[in-house]
């Protein structure tokens, strides 16, 4: 497929996005619905994580039905400012401030309250495994993706509101979570509210404290950062691969395609800003096993190292991120040709995922197509140029 054909798939995406104006279904929206503001409902921990479980895996669409209505993200936001910045620097021209100035002021708007600094959460409560969040309790990965968002558009229009929200969210990291301490290094929490161990979540912190460093200098944060960096890469494998989590009785030993990313493109990041080169022994042993480990036929990207289902969009978007970031086009071309013709409907959304048993096409605003618009987004600036 040529760069045309592929910017015509891009603005089909786009134009789904802007109809729905940024607003959809989550894997993990299940909560919102009526059903558990009852009083056993709203506190009964098995019965909230079954049927949140339940719901992410049916491919028909039940929403509706239970009352839950399609939701407004953050993180979505932060996202297309993110895609919406990757187009232009492919095309300056065609740069739309009204949709950045939209996009920065609801995510001001958004802010969880109550912190030591700038800082987001999704807009669902979320029964995670190992902590209960509450709808808009921060978490490092929400602020992280959202900051990176802000940092990209900083740089690419000097937009000093995006830098300053980017620099107050260092305080929320720094004061308001958690920290799992291993001698010199340490571990943040994945939110203020539990003291999980989960890298790809701490090394969103690392990056934030380092993207801001370049442009203040203020050493703290670099020092702090560090440290999070060096226990992320003390818990890398032998064979160049990261758990999940590593707290002891923590379950989620696997390690997954887009969370490998995530920690891989944090990582380059953090080296990038911080100017602190002596981790690109781990980086390239973890890139190395990310290629040789994720993709069956070199063009469909694996959920797990071991396992090739479920193919899920969000894994199929990272990978096109992070191979593309690292100078791997013709392997990055493949999945986006790939994606293009099995992961996305004709008007435009793309399908959450590809089991043994069929396609769930439940159109997911921020899991699939908010990252399929920041994956196709990178993607084609940097084959263009």
């Known amino acids: 497929m040529d760069a045309d054909f592929i910017s015509k798939r891009l603005f089909l995406l786009q134009q789904y996005i802007e109809r729905e104006a940024y607003r959809g279904y989550d894997p993990y929206d299940a909560l919102t619905s009526p059903l558990f503001c009852l009083p056993l409902l709203n506190h009964n921990k098995l019965l909230r994580w079954g049927f949140q479980q339940v719901i992410k895996r049916l491919s028909i669409n039940f929403r509706p039905l239970l009352g839950i209505a399609k939701g407004?993200?953050?993180?979505?936001?932060?996202?297309?400012?993110?895609?919406?910045?990757?187009?232009?620097?492919?095309?300056?021209?065609?740069?739309?401030?009204?949709k950045f100035d939209l996009l920065i002021s609801e995510l001001i708007r958004l802010q969880s309250k109550g912190y030591s600094g700038a800082c987001w959460g999704y807009d669902f409560d979320w029964e995670a495994r190992y902590a209960r969040i509450p709808a808009y309790t921060p978490t490092?990965?929400?602020?992280?993706?959202?900051?990176?968002?802000?940092?990209?558009?900083?740089?690419?229009?000097?937009?000093?509101?995006?830098?300053?929200?980017?620099?107050?969210?260092?305080r929320f990291v720094m004061h308001d979570l958690n920290k799992t301490v291993e001698g010199?290094?340490?571990?943040?929490?994945?939110?203020?509210?539990?003291?999980?161990v989960v890298l790809n979540a701490t090394m969103k912190g690392a990056r934030l404290l380092a993207q801001v460093y370049s442009v203040n200098g203020d050493k703290r944060l670099i020092e702090e950062a560090r440290k999070t960096v060096e226990f992320v890469v003390k818990k890398q494998q032998q064979s160049g691969a990261w758990a999940y989590a590593t707290k002891k009785g923590d379950a989620r030993t696997w390690a997954d395609n887009f969370h490998t990313g995530y920690v891989l493109d944090c990582l380059d990041d953090y080296q990038k800003y911080s100017g602190d080169r002596s981790f690109e022994e781990a980086l390239q042993k973890g890139i190395a096993y990310y290629e040789a480990h994720f993709f069956e036929n070199g063009e469909i990207p694996k959920y797990y190292?071991?396992?090739?289902?479920?193919?899920?969009?969000?894994?199929?978007?990272?990978?096109?991120?992070?191979?593309?970031?690292?100078?791997k086009i013709d392997k990055a071309e493949r999945i986006v040709n790939w994606a293009l013709n099995y992961m996305q409907d004709e008007s435009g959304y793309f399908y959450y995922q590809r089991t043994r048993r069929g396609v769930n096409k439940i159109p997911y605003m921020r899991w699939s197509n908010a990252w399929m618009f920041v994956a196709l987004s990178k993607f084609l600036k940097v084959k263009q140029h």
């Open 72 to 98: 407004y993200n953050p993180v979505t936001l932060g996202l297309c400012l993110q895609g919406y910045t990757y187009l232009a620097e492919m095309r300056p021209e065609e740069r739309d401030g009204t």
């Open 184 to 196: 010199e290094t340490f571990c943040y929490s994945y939110s203020p509210l539990d003291t999980q």
């Open 140 to 170: 490092v990965v929400a602020t992280g993706f959202i900051t990176n968002a802000l940092f990209e558009y900083y740089h690419f229009a000097d937009d000093r509101k995006a830098f300053e929200l980017c620099e107050s969210a260092t």
């Open 305 to 327: 190292d071991k396992s090739l289902y479920p193919i899920d969009t969000t894994a199929v978007a990272q990978s096109i991120l992070t191979l593309t970031r690292f100078g």
